[in-house]
């Protein structure tokens, strides 16, 4: 299978640590969360510039706005976002993404598919937002990435998946997954917690020296959704290849 846009583009975490670390002077890194409605941005600026780090959440962003007597593709994004994006990635210096990665209790479902479909929408547009030289990361916190990499049971079969889903306010549940439906300003708040827990998973910070030790490899990086399982979801047969259900 070849490869594609979208997977030559996705990086380890700890790659987007060594490329912030590297342009800390003159680069940021910005954070995205992709909800079925939004995206959430926010930006980081390496721990080492700011006395107290803290991400910085931007204004979300409307995927699907629709202009009057203008219709697009259903699986593109707004074109506007898309001017929008590229102007926020010039006017900050963006480096590199990480993107959140809506693991629920362990599964990857619908929004993980809806993610890619939006990154994937973005790169067939725009040759200035996601690159290879301006590469993502797929960010999921700690308590998602420990439930997903539990070991088998003695037959094989992923523990996760017996586990029954626990409510949470604000989400739906489907045969298949968990959908956030967020606020424009709660979005863009979620970027910014996923990018504060890759920093503070990637160095260590001391505000009061105002010091960060070079990135170190987290075990983190070892829950890293393979550039192959991408490349099945761009292929043309199915929108949605079961490594995501």
């Given at each position: ?15 987007v640590a060594n490329i912030l ?225």
């Amino acid at each position: 299978m070849m490869a594609t846009k979208l997977s030559n583009a996705l990086v380890a975490p700890a790659k987007v640590a060594n490329i912030l670390d590297w342009r800390k002077s003159v680069g940021v890194v910005m954070g995205l969360d992709i909800t079925r409605e939004r995206i959430g941005v926010a930006v980081s600026e390496h721990p080492e510039q700011r006395y107290e780090h803290k991400s910085i959440p931007l204004h979300s962003m409307s995927l699907h706005q629709e202009k009057e007597g203008v219709q697009g593709k259903k699986s593109q994004v707004n074109i506007d976002l898309i001017s929008e994006l590229e102007a926020v990635v010039r006017q900050h210096r963006v480096c590199a993404f990480v993107v959140n990665w809506p693991v629920h209790e362990g599964r990857m479902g619908e929004q993980c598919g809806k993610v890619l479909q939006v990154l994937d929408s973005i790169m067939d547009q725009s040759n200035c937002v996601v690159t290879r030289k301006r590469p993502f990361t797929l960010w999921c916190n700690d308590k998602n990435a420990s439930l997903a990499t539990l070991p088998p049971d003695e037959w094989g079969r992923a523990p996760v998946f017996a586990r029954s889903p626990e409510y949470s306010p604000g989400m739906k549940f489907s045969s298949k997954t968990v959908i956030r439906e967020e606020e424009s300003a709660i979005s863009s708040v979620e970027a910014a917690n996923v990018l504060d827990e890759w920093v503070k998973n990637h160095w260590e910070i001391d505000n009061r020296m105002g010091l960060a030790t070079a990135p170190k490899k987290t075990k983190s990086d070892t829950f890293f959704f393979s550039t192959h399982s991408v490349d099945e979801y761009n292929s043309d047969n199915a929108c949605l290849q079961a490594a995501l259900l």
